[in-house]
């Protein structure tokens, strides 16, 4: 790219940026689609405002780019509201008719004897090595604006994308406001039909947006995250493409950014695939020692003896031979058991524990019974369930929604009820 590389990178940035910023709108109102079925649909455009002016100038085939695009979003809404085609239906009978006709007058600009018709396929994955000056002047202009608009439109969009009906109800102007969006969508997925193409325009959209909802609930810190993706992918992509002229910048775009977002998928902190799995797990052995809790307090309240072997445990058919013996090893280790020679008893941590366990699966049965109207030998299996997720914030409600009982459905004594009432 020579000395225009700079400026192809920082227009390029801008292109992700934008592209992006919207997105995390398109992401929340959960039209994923729709960026990408307005991506294929500005090909068409593109090819006919050639044909019609002879010229690959961008700022005559971005108009037209614009132009499919909206005729792409409005053929959806018209399919949708005019027949029983479900919306996800027709963006994928647009997509496919917008981007066969884009086909059909490519290959015929291509076997026909149009000049300067060399380089118009680079729309198709984009080529960033394609971009003049004044290309990059039109997509900085665009995407500044575009993010621009976002700011001064910022509190109508947040409300609309989260909640449309409750911001239709308190006035505000719904149809302007999903007008702006839709004019977002198109003017961002447009600016980029050159450095990244029309096929995977829509990857940058959409995983950026993805990508952040992994680290955050917060719009405003979404719309700042994604952005930065958009960014980074964008330059890195664009960097790798001007290494060989020969080389798309689209593919390689998608392919970075497909990479952070499948890194991000996996490691990010609290909703990652990795720390999700961790959680799962955890609370997997925390339901399989608490149930241990409960059959050691089971037994005590049956047999009255404080330790018991292994044999008696494995009788209970709660638990696997080599389960049990990480179980029992594991808890003894925590301070919740102890062992005298071959057998095991509850330590005076271990008999508290054990106590709330079963104070709060008998307080759930007992709830289930008299506010659910449950019969009482259908309620065990469900407090089996919620006993290991209830707080003490909860028990504390249960307890005075129940004026702190002391039986179950099943007559049995709630332990530790008295203590509560201190």
Not at 158 to 167: C, E, G, R, T, V
Not at 172 to 189: D, E, R
Request: proline share 4%; hydrophobic share 50%; with cysteine.
């Amino acid at each position: 790219m020579g000395g225009n590389f700079t400026w192809v990178m920082i227009g390029c940035a801008l292109i992700g940026a934008g592209a992006s910023a919207v997105g995390v709108f398109s992401f929340l109102r959960k039209q994923a689609l729709v960026g990408d079925a307005v991506a294929h649909a500005l090909l068409p455009g593109v090819v006919l405002a050639f044909m019609f002016t002879g010229q690959k100038d961008i700022w005559i085939l971005f108009p037209g780019a614009f132009v499919a695009g909206w005729l792409g979003l409005l053929s959806i809404d018209i399919i949708s509201k005019n027949s029983k085609i479900k919306p996800d239906t027709a963006i994928a009978i647009v997509l496919t008719v917008f981007f066969a006709i884009g086909i059909v007058l490519l290959t015929h600009v291509q076997q026909s004897n149009y000049g300067n018709q060399s380089g118009l396929e680079a729309f198709l994955f984009g080529k960033a090595a394609a971009m003049l000056p004044a290309d990059i002047t039109l997509f900085v202009a665009v995407d500044a604006a575009l993010i621009l608009l976002i700011l001064l439109t910022y509190r109508y969009l947040k409300l609309y994308s989260f909640d449309p009906d409750f911001a239709k109800a308190i006035g505000l102007p719904v149809k302007g406001i999903q007008f702006i969006l839709s004019s977002l969508t198109v003017l961002a997925v447009a600016s980029g039909i050159q450095a990244v193409g029309v096929v995977l325009m829509a990857a940058l959209i959409i995983t950026p947006a993805a990508a952040a909802r992994f680290f955050t609930g917060r719009l405003s810190h979404m719309i700042i995250l994604a952005m930065i993706i958009g960014i980074v992918s964008s330059l890195i992509g664009v960097y790798i493409s001007s290494l060989a002229l020969s080389m798309p910048t689209g593919p390689w775009i998608v392919m970075v950014l497909s990479i952070i977002a499948i890194m991000t998928f996996i490691f990010a902190p609290g909703k990652g695939m990795l720390q999700r799995s961790r959680k799962r797990k955890a609370h997997q052995q925390k339901v399989r020692r608490e149930n241990l809790l409960k059959l050691f307090y089971a037994l005590g309240e049956n047999n009255k003896e404080e330790f018991y072997s292994r044999p008696q445990l494995l009788r209970s058919r709660r638990f696997q031979g080599r389960e049990l013996e990480f179980l029992l090893s594991r808890m003894t280790a925590r301070g919740l058991l102890l062992r005298k020679e071959n057998r095991y008893g509850l330590t005076a941590t271990g008999k508290s524990e054990a106590t709330r366990v079963v104070r709060l699966h008998r307080l759930w049965e007992l709830y289930l019974n008299e506010r659910m109207n449950i019969a009482p030998d259908h309620v065990h299996h469900d407090a089996e369930a919620i006993e290991h997720i209830i707080t003490p914030e909860l028990e504390r409600e249960l307890l005075k929604d129940l004026d702190y009982p002391e039986l179950d459905p099943h007559r049995s004594e709630i332990p530790g009820i008295k203590d509560m009432q201190r």
